[in-house]
């Protein structure tokens, strides 16, 4: 095992089997990440259950979810399983594993919403607008004029909805969803992960 690893590392490798995939980094230190699958549990956000039904694919480490408030069609959630509060706590396997999920449903997603291009954010910490103490990517199509001023993006994703509702008119969008809204969205987007 120690022998392939080495082989990995030092020749830009790619190896998947059915189960387990070993992929590259420029770097050229492998990141371990399991294959993405379909959810059939409950997961915690934070203080919230989340139900397996607004998940739509997950890893051994990591899940993707539709999300109540989206700023913009598409707007979800990248999430580690285990509950982390902040970006330093992850484990090395868990950053990348995060990171490549983010990756592939950012593409899927930027293709179902014939978006052009993609917002990654993360509000580490408090003071940097995280309101659920749970690591968390945030991934938003953008679309031309999508926003007047494209940096009024993190504006929306702030939660403070005094604030936000001077600065934008955004309250329509950011009402809270039914169950059925978003396990229909998640539904769509199931298929794309198969
Ligand atoms: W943060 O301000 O912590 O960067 O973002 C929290 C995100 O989590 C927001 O986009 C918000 O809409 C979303 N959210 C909060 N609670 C839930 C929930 N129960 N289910 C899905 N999304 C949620």
Known sequence: MLKVL???RSSNAF?????RCYISHPSKRCCFISTIKMSTEAYQFGPYTIDAKEVFCSTNLSFA???LRPVVPGHVLIVPKREVKRVVDLTAEETCDLWLMAQRVGKQLEIYHKASSLTFTIQDGPEAGQTVAHVHIHILPRKSG???RNDEIYDAIDVKEKELQQKLDLDKERKDRSFEEMTQEADEYRSLFI
């Open 6 to 8: 080495a082989l990995l």
């Open 15 to 19: 190896i998947s089997s059915s189960r």
């Open 65 to 67: 979810m539709v999300n």
């Open 146 to 148: 999508d926003f007047e």
